[in-house]
C-alpha cells in the first residue's frame, strides 16, 4: 500500500493500548486529506445501499481509505465533533482499521493511523476483506452497552453509505471473536470491541 509512512516508537498509551512488543519500531499512516464534497446525492445512496460480502483482493487506494475514515467517524467542527453521534457526546467509540500489514487505530483528531500491532488480524476477525474496521467501545465513557451499540450503528450506516456512493462492497458484521481480537489487541478491561466493518473492492 503505497501510504506517505513516517517512522516513530510507540512508547505511551497513545490512542489505545499497543500489542506490540514495547520499544518496537512502528508505523503510523499518514492519510491524505479527506474530500468532503462530491460523491452521489444522498436520497440516491439510500436508495442503493445494500450489503454486498464479496471482495476483490486489491487494497484500498490511499485517498479511499482517508475518506472512508472520515466518512465513519472523522471530525467536521473545531470543536471536535464527529460524523457519527454519540449519546450525550460522550464520543466513547474508536476505531481500528484492519489491514494485511498490521492494525491500526484511527487518531480522528490528527486524521492519522497509529500502528498498534504488526500482525495480520483480518483473519482473526473473520473478515474476507482487505480492509476491517473494527469499532472499539470505552466503558469508562460510555457504561451502557446499549448505548455503545446504538452508536455503532451510525458508524456502520455512515460506512455503508460512503462505500455506497464510492463503489465499494462493505458488510456490517456482529459475528465476530470479541474475546480473541480484545486479547491480540490488548485492550484492556475497560475496552470492547462492538462491531466490525468489511470493506473493499467489489469481486471482479
Same mark, same amino acid.
Given at each position: 500500500m503505497k501510504f506517505m509512512v513516517r517512522m516513530f516508537v #510507540?512508547? !505511551? %498509551? =497513545?490512542? +489505545?493500548? *499497543?500489542?506490540?512488543?514495547?520499544?518496537? @519500531?512502528? /508505523?503510523?499512516?499518514?492519510?491524505? %486529506?479527506?474530500?468532503?464534497?462530491?460523491?452521489?446525492p444522498l436520497n440516491e445512496a439510500l436508495a442503493k445501499r445494500a450489503t454486498k460480502r464479496a471482495? *476483490?483482493?486489491?487494497?484500498?487506494e490511499p485517498q479511499a481509505l482517508s475518506n472512508l475514515l472520515w466518512a465513519a467517524n472523522g471530525v467536521t467542527r473545531p470543536d471536535g465533533k464527529r460524523t457519527a453521534?454519540?449519546?450525550?457526546?460522550l464520543q466513547e467509540l474508536e476505531l481500528i @482499521? #484492519?489491514?494485511?500489514?498490521?492494525?491500526? %487505530?484511527?487518531? %480522528?483528531?490528527?486524521?492519522? +493511523? @497509529?500502528? @498498534?500491532?504488526?500482525?495480520?488480524l483480518i483473519p482473526v476477525a473473520g473478515g474476507k476483506a482487505p480492509v476491517e474496521i473494527l469499532?472499539? =467501545?470505552d466503558k469508562?465513557? /460510555?457504561?451502557?452497552?446499549?448505548?455503545?451499540?446504538v452508536?455503532? !450503528?451510525?458508524?456502520? /450506516?455512515?460506512?455503508?453509505?460512503?462505500?455506497?456512493?464510492?463503489? #465499494?462492497?462493505?458488510?456490517f458484521r456482529g459475528s465476530v471473536d470479541r474475546s480473541a481480537l480484545e486479547k491480540k489487541l490488548s #485492550?484492556?478491561?475497560?475496552?470492547v470491541v462492538t462491531y466490525s466493518h468489511s470493506v473493499g473492492y467489489p469481486a471482479e
Amino acid at each position: 500500500m503505497k501510504f506517505m509512512v513516517r517512522m516513530f516508537v #510507540l512508547t !505511551g %498509551a =497513545g490512542f +489505545l493500548m *499497543s500489542a506490540m512488543t514495547p520499544g518496537a @519500531v512502528a /508505523q503510523d499512516i499518514a492519510l491524505p %486529506a479527506p474530500v468532503k464534497s462530491g460523491g452521489m446525492p444522498l436520497n440516491e445512496a439510500l436508495a442503493k445501499r445494500a450489503t454486498k460480502r464479496a471482495f *476483490s483482493d486489491r487494497e484500498l487506494e490511499p485517498q479511499a481509505l482517508s475518506n472512508l475514515l472520515w466518512a465513519a467517524n472523522g471530525v467536521t467542527r473545531p470543536d471536535g465533533k464527529r460524523t457519527a453521534p454519540t449519546a450525550r457526546n460522550l464520543q466513547e467509540l474508536e476505531l481500528i @482499521v #484492519l489491514l494485511r500489514s498490521g492494525a491500526y %487505530a484511527y487518531d %480522528a483528531a490528527a486524521h492519522k +493511523l @497509529v500502528q @498498534v500491532s504488526k500482525e495480520n488480524l483480518i483473519p482473526v476477525a473473520g473478515g474476507k476483506a482487505p480492509v476491517e474496521i473494527l469499532i472499539i =467501545g470505552d466503558k469508562n465513557k /460510555q457504561p451502557s452497552a446499549e448505548y455503545r451499540s446504538v452508536d455503532s !450503528g451510525f458508524i456502520g /450506516q455512515n460506512i455503508y453509505l460512503f462505500c455506497t456512493s464510492a463503489g #465499494l462492497s462493505s458488510v456490517f458484521r456482529g459475528s465476530v471473536d470479541r474475546s480473541a481480537l480484545e486479547k491480540k489487541l490488548s #485492550l484492556g478491561e475497560d475496552k470492547v470491541v462492538t462491531y466490525s466493518h468489511s470493506v473493499g473492492y467489489p469481486a471482479e
